[in-house]
């Protein structure tokens, strides 16, 4: 990477923390970023002392710490578009940071629910904190997670000393942390993305904490309508029911609006499709955004990269035209 962009970088990571109020711990708890890198990056200081010698820190330092601040390092062939359900998804986590509400975000996939949630935390960087469940999540990970984020010391064991912070008091933990930044003037809000694997154990946790830090702090599940079947044992598994956390949530349920192609794709079409038979063909393949952008975005890039206009006849050709020759 040349010095330049690193100066860029830097420069860019100075004013974006500036404006959030954040210290060079709070980036480094937020990127994973070691601290004295930072440090050493906003001072135009690009090298680390190992072993009483400057060695380059590394590129891959500078371009996780752009990625999180927003800034582009290199071309991109995609931009975010302000689409219906970005702007109801952004609009009701904000107002669940603000007047620390809870919410039930409900959308089918592909509807740019993650994207909608990356703009907020970039933009809110400061209390918001958003866990991302997989199905390999049990309780322990999902409080180990939340307290990482906002930096709650773990149970470790060093020699023969143990740290005795069970998952217990770990939570008590969190949530007086919680309680203590809305009391010293924060919006502290927890985002839980993709809480259809939220497992019964998660759910009765965040119904704890739920009446712990409740007019404290914002809470806001986001998932498919699995989610919601699961916490009202739709499909007659009880095991996976928890109706108690449902009734805390239910005042704050929203279902994200589906797609309507023929507005929603719009302004994407708009900036980069041209050709109405394209428009029309894309329109026929692509059921969602996510969809929209696994066959546009690298099209546009291959295009860029040969020099060419974006063409209905490139298109087939690249996405191998048999598979649209009854279309």
């Not at 797609?259 to 050709?275: A, E, G, L, S």
Request: proline share 2%; hydrophobic share 35%.
């Amino acid at each position: 990477m040349q010095q330049e962009l690193k100066t860029q970088i830097a420069n860019g990571i100075s004013e974006y923390a500036q404006s959030k109020g954040l210290t060079n711990n709070d980036i480094a708890r937020l990127t994973g970023v070691n601290a004295g890198y930072i440090s050493n990056i906003l001072r135009h200081q690009f090298t680390n002392e190992v072993n009483n010698k400057d060695v380059l820190i590394g590129d891959k330092h500078f371009h996780k710490l752009a990625q999180w601040a927003g800034l582009e390092t290199k071309k991109t062939y995609w931009h975010m578009e302000p689409t219906v359900q970005f702007t109801e998804i952004v609009s009701t986590l904000e107002d669940c940071k603000t007047e620390c509400k809870t919410a039930l975000l409900i959308a089918n996939t592909g509807l740019g629910k993650t994207n909608a949630i990356d703009v907020f935390c970039k933009k809110n960087p400061l209390n918001t904190y958003r866990i991302t469940v997989n199905s390999l999540y049990k309780l322990v990970d999902v409080i180990n997670d939340l307290g990482d984020l906002i930096g709650i010391e773990a149970t470790t064991i060093y020699g023969k000393r143990m740290h005795t912070y069970s998952l217990k008091n770990r939570m008590d933990k969190i949530a007086a942390k919680l309680i203590e930044q809305k009391q010293t003037g924060g919006e502290p809000i927890l985002i839980i993305d993709e809480g259809e694997n939220m497992e019964i154990s998660v759910l009765k946790m965040t119904k704890g904490l739920f009446d712990i830090v409740k007019g404290h702090c914002g809470i806001v599940l986001v998932g498919t309508p699995k989610l919601l079947n699961n916490m009202l044992n739709s499909n007659g598994r009880n095991r996976t029911s928890s109706p108690e956390l449902y009734r805390r949530f239910k005042a704050g349920l929203k279902t994200i609006s589906p797609i309507n192609k023929k507005r929603d794709f719009k302004p994407f079409f708009d900036r980069y499709v041209k050709d109405k038979g394209l428009q029309k063909l894309i329109s026929m393949l692509a059921e969602n955004y996510g969809e929209l952008y696994d066959y546009l975005q690298p099209t546009l890039k291959e295009c860029d990269e040969k020099g060419i206009e974006l063409s209905e006849d490139f298109f087939r050709i690249k996405w191998n035209e048999q598979r649209f020759q009854n279309n």
